[in-house]
């Protein structure tokens, strides 16, 4: 053989190596045995916070508790890595949390992650993991506790056209989600209070990499005119691999007066994420697809959304969602732009962390 196809052969073989060999597991064990030594004093024994401990009360802030289902589970295993190696501050929590990345390997790092993961059973809570990035058209599929500010606008001839939606949504129970939105709607001549919307999402499968949710939505006319609406939706979060999200929603409308009246809604999402730092700027691109069941009431509308998710604050729990909606099909409008502002409260007040 020659040399130099060898010496190739050896290099893809070398290179196949680099990239199949697997990362050493999280030991459980050794991770108990990091935390013991490190994180016991203000964490507590077994990570069991001792509030009446008089180290703990000396923190003027009081430290997560581990062994809270809801809470351990909601925090994606990656932002604890983050904010033990780096420290509290860095992730927009308090610096009482010390960081740990100049006395702890990476391996320790993962080790006792892998330890505070396992101090409670989570299996029945979406896991954190699954909290992906807002999309502007496609619907979420993790139960959260988020408050949205949606602003759009619409550009097209005569008229030019506002919208703006406030979304509340609570977790309730262990993946269960209440959705309350208020819908404003202006357009030169109007400008109302349109709708509220009242729903409910629940989570049906979910693992560290997937999730499928499915939601139903009553819209209820406050100043519009109309009847309402039932709207449903399923609603797919996947992770492709460390640095790419799909997230996709098939939604349905049901206009009360006449529900064959109603229209079908496919949306996708693909989303790179480059950073482990969430104060950076991610691009996405959306693609939405809906249809009136009656083909007399209108054909196909394609339309395709650039944009990007800004975190504003260290931790990302407020974010910022610009993008540009395109139409691909013939419609009544020529472009769309949105501002999404995201708050997701169970990560903290919306000042903390700047
Ligand atoms: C000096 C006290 C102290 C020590 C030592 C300490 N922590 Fe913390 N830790 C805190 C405090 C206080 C917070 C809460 C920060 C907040 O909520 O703003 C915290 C938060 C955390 C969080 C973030 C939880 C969340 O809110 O998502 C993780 C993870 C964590 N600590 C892990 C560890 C590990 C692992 C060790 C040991 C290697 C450790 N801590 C050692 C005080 C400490």
């Given at each position: 053989m020659n040399m130099g196809f060898r010496t190739a052969l050896m290099g893809v073989g070398l290179l196949c190596l680099a990239?199949?060999?697997?990362?050493v597991?999280?030991?459980?064990?050794?991770?108990?045995?990091?935390?013991?030594?490190?994180?016991?004093?203000?964490?507590?024994?077994?990570?069991?916070?001792?509030?009446?401990?008089?180290?703990?009360?000396?923190?003027?802030?009081?430290?997560?508790?581990?062994?809270?289902?809801?809470?351990n589970s909601r925090e994606p295993a990656d932002d604890w890595r983050m904010v033990i190696k780096y420290g509290g501050h860095a992730m927009g929590l308090a610096e009482q949390m010390p960081a740990q990345g100049e006395v702890l390997s990476d391996q320790q790092v993962d080790d006792v992650t892998a330890y505070l993961k396992s101090?409670?059973?989570?299996?029945?809570?979406?896991?954190?993991?699954?909290?992906l990035m807002l999309p502007i058209r496609t619907k979420k599929a993790f139960p959260e506790d988020e408050v949205v500010y949606i602003g759009r606008y619409t550009d097209r001839e005569?008229?030019?056209?506002?919208?703006?939606?406030?979304?509340?949504?609570?977790?309730?129970?262990?993946?269960?989600?209440?959705?309350?939105?208020?819908?404003h709607e202006s357009d030169g001549s109007v400008s109302e209070l349109a709708e509220v919307e009242i729903g409910y999402k629940q989570a049906l499968s979910f693992s560290t990499s997937h999730i499928l949710s499915a939601a139903a939505v009553v819209a209820v006319p406050v100043e519009a005119d109309g009847d309402g609406e039932l709207q449903s939706y399923l609603a797919y979060g996947k992770?492709?691999?460390?640095?790419?999200?799909?997230?996709?929603?098939?939604?349905?409308?049901?206009?009360?007066?006449?529900?064959?009246?109603?229209?079908?809604?496919?949306?996708?999402?693909?989303?790179?994420?480059?950073?482990?730092?969430?104060?950076?700027?991610?691009?996405?691109?959306?693609?939405?697809?809906?249809?009136?069941?009656?083909?007399?009431?209108?054909?196909?509308?394609?339309?395709?959304?650039?944009?990007v998710r800004v975190g504003l604050t260290r931790g990302g729990h407020v974010a910022l969602n610009l993008g540009v909606e395109l139409p691909l099909s013939d419609q009544s409008w020529d472009q769309r732009y949105y501002m999404t502002l995201l708050w997701d409260f169970a990560d903290g007040s919306f000042f903390q962390g700047w």
């Open positions: 990239f199949t060999t697997p990362a597991a999280a030991n459980v064990d050794n991770g108990r045995q990091v935390y013991d030594t490190y994180c016991t004093s203000c964490h507590g024994a077994d990570g069991l916070l001792d509030t009446s401990s008089p180290v703990i009360q000396g923190l003027g802030v009081t430290p997560a508790d581990f062994s809270d289902a809801l809470f101090l409670v059973d989570t299996s029945a809570f979406p896991p954190g993991e699954m909290n005569g008229n030019h056209a506002y919208k703006q939606v406030l979304e509340i949504e609570k977790r309730i129970g262990k993946a269960g989600q209440g959705i309350l939105e208020l819908v992770l492709l691999s460390p640095s790419w999200i799909f997230q996709s929603s098939l939604r349905l409308k049901f206009p009360f007066a006449d529900s064959s009246d109603g229209e079908v809604e496919l949306a996708g999402i693909a989303h790179y994420v480059h950073s482990p730092w969430p104060r950076r700027v991610f691009p996405a691109l959306e693609v939405v697809a809906s249809k009136p069941f009656r083909s007399s009431k209108g054909d196909l509308e394609w339309t395709v959304m650039p944009q």
